[in-house]
């Protein structure tokens, strides 16, 4: 019987043995990225050798998987509710649904095992809250996700969040980037303190706005397309307690396998310095490279406990680098909005 250090060598049809619980694996060979020739099996040996710093970012979060059964080319779909065949030993949580007016059993990735099941079912992209399960309503963090407007491009995100962690550092807050994997660049800052979204929110909606009232020339707020053309949005709407993003160490579904990835700072610098948004496009076998020389850039988003500022304190924070010395006049009423937002009805969350 196989082990899992051996799936990228399995034969099309394999079973195999992950911590005491056996898997049965199918179409191994299938290409999934055929630009690339990169099959089910290359994936799944992806998310193996990757499982030592991705399973720390996955462990207690509901994951909303995006599976496509015939590869990137081929139709996707999203599912929430984890699968009814699934294993005995998946680990789901129930999460209230206001929509369904039910409960929602999402899958929870805890081990190798599960991760690998996943990745059987052609779960290339992994998508996960903000918070975890037993505390739905309490995010972790904050992210803002910077996406750019054709013919902006990543150098254009770097700019952008360079201001983004200069008005951070006015905060004595830390912040970390990593790339979404497809075009942009995703900034993430950890709170790991006791917080809700009806905070987290209204707060980066101001700095998105804020920002954009500095920087009108290359910032929009407002994700309406036709505002967006040669800008980069900064989505502040992924603080929410109903939405995900794309997990740290995710493959995308492009071309290629590129992977959501963890960069220093300096790497941000160096690609708008340089001009070249090739310089922070990372696939799968370089990102595993990177983690063997660099280990896990993401790690302090887990553990660093940090306050949420209070709003007022976004009216000195006008200076972001290159700004103009405008005053952010739409500070303000977007922070009284604070807290107004009605709360769900969040439900005990129970995991089993």
Same mark, same amino acid.
């Given at each position: 019987m196989a082990t899992y250090?051996?799936?990228?060598?399995?034969?099309?049809? *394999?079973?195999?043995?992950?911590?005491?619980?056996?898997?049965?694996? *199918?179409n191994l060979n299938k290409v999934l990225y055929p630009a690339a020739g990169f099959t089910k099996g290359q994936v799944i040996d992806y998310y193996v050798r990757i499982a030592p710093v991705l399973l720390p970012h996955l462990r207690g979060r509901p994951l909303t998987m995006k599976r496509y059964p015939e590869g990137v080319d081929g139709q996707y779909f999203y599912e929430k509710r984890c699968p009814?065949?699934?294993?005995?030993?998946?680990?789901?949580?129930?999460?209230?649904?206001?929509?369904?007016?039910?409960?929602?059993?999402?899958?929870?990735?805890?081990?190798?095992?599960?991760l690998v099941w996943a990745g059987n079912l052609a779960d290339l992209e992994l998508h996960t809250s903000l918070s975890l399960a037993k505390k739905i309503e309490q995010p972790t963090m904050m992210v803002f996700d910077l996406d750019p407007g054709e013919p902006a491009d990543m150098v254009q995100c770097c700019q952008v969040g360079l201001w983004l962690r200069g008005i951070f550092e006015k905060f004595n807050l830390?912040?970390?980037?990593?790339?979404?994997?497809?075009?942009?660049?995703?900034?993430?800052?950890?709170?790991?303190?006791?917080?809700?979204?009806?905070?987290?929110?209204?707060f980066a909606h101001a700095l998105a706005r804020?920002?954009?009232?500095?920087?009108?020339?290359?910032?929009? *707020?407002?994700?309406?397309?036709?505002?967006?053309?040669?800008?980069?949005?900064?989505?502040?709407?992924?603080n929410d307690e109903h939405k995900t993003?794309?997990?740290v160490y995710s493959l995308r579904a492009k071309q290629r396998p590129t992977v959501s990835t963890p960069v220093s700072w300096d790497e941000v610098k160096r690609c708008f310095s340089k001009k070249d948004?090739?310089?922070?496009?990372?696939?799968?076998?370089?990102?595993?490279?990177?983690?063997?020389?660099?280990?896990?850039?993401?790690?302090?988003?887990?553990?660093?406990?940090q306050k949420l500022p209070e709003f007022g304190k976004l009216r000195v924070?006008?200076?972001?680098?290159?700004?103009?010395?405008?005053?952010?006049?739409?500070?303000?009423?977007?922070?009284?909005?604070a807290g107004k937002r009605s709360k769900s009805l969040s439900k005990a969350v129970r995991k089993k």
């Open positions: 250090a051996e799936v990228g060598v399995a034969k099309d049809q *394999s079973v195999i043995e992950i911590e005491g619980k056996q898997l049965k694996l *199918s009814r065949h699934r294993p005995e030993w998946v680990t789901t949580a129930p999460i209230w649904s206001e929509g369904n007016n039910d409960y929602i059993h999402f899958c929870v990735v805890e081990n190798v095992a599960t830390n912040c970390y980037a990593k790339t979404s994997g497809s075009k942009g660049l995703q900034i993430y800052v950890p709170l790991n303190t006791p917080v809700s979204y009806d905070q987290t929110k209204p804020l920002l954009e009232s500095e920087h009108p020339e290359l910032v929009v *707020s407002d994700m309406k397309k036709t505002l967006r053309v040669g800008k980069i949005l900064v989505d502040w709407s992924q993003t794309i997990n948004p090739d310089l922070l496009v990372f696939k799968s076998q370089q990102v595993l490279e990177r983690v063997e020389k660099m280990g896990d850039l993401f790690a302090a988003v887990l553990t660093e406990k924070t006008s200076e972001s680098g290159n700004n103009r010395g405008r005053s952010p006049r739409v500070v303000a009423p977007v922070a009284a909005t």
